[in-house]
């Protein structure tokens, strides 16, 4: 399973960001896509997640009410909209591909099977 990443940059405190996710390859052996950010000192950390089947999301706390994850199954890809954007979301942003995404939003990392290269999202104060 390949996943590509889009759609990072530079936003000022308050704006929004669009990501994408294009997955390709054996797809129907991850029914879970996620996002994962790690910011410059700190560990990678769950983001959100979202299952093929039914389209259950899960959100870490800090980003709830105000990110969103979505899918397009056609497509392959999947969608962060990033709304109420703060500084202390400047990371590398990580697209995931799993069997679970209950599991990525509990067992984090150790649920993915597969990894995206980074974008990088930034909010200027």
């Known amino acids: 399973v390949q996943l590509q990443a889009s759609g990072g940059g530079l936003v000022q405190a308050g704006g929004s960001l669009r990501l994408s996710c294009a997955a390709s390859?054996?797809?129907?052996?991850?029914?879970?896509m996620g996002w994962f950010r790690q910011a410059p000192g700190k560990e990678r950390e769950f983001v959100a997640a979202i299952n093929k089947i039914g389209g259950r999301t899960y959100y870490a706390d800090s980003v709830k009410g105000r990110f969103t994850i979505s899918r397009d199954n056609a497509k392959n890809t999947v969608y962060l909209q990033m709304n109420s954007l703060k500084p202390d979301d400047t990371a590398v942003y990580y697209c995931a591909a799993g069997t679970s995404a209950q599991a990525m939003g509990t067992s984090s990392v150790m649920a993915v099977d597969y990894w995206g290269q980074g974008t990088q999202v930034t909010v200027s104060s």
């Open positions: 390859g054996r797809t129907f052996s991850t029914p879970a």
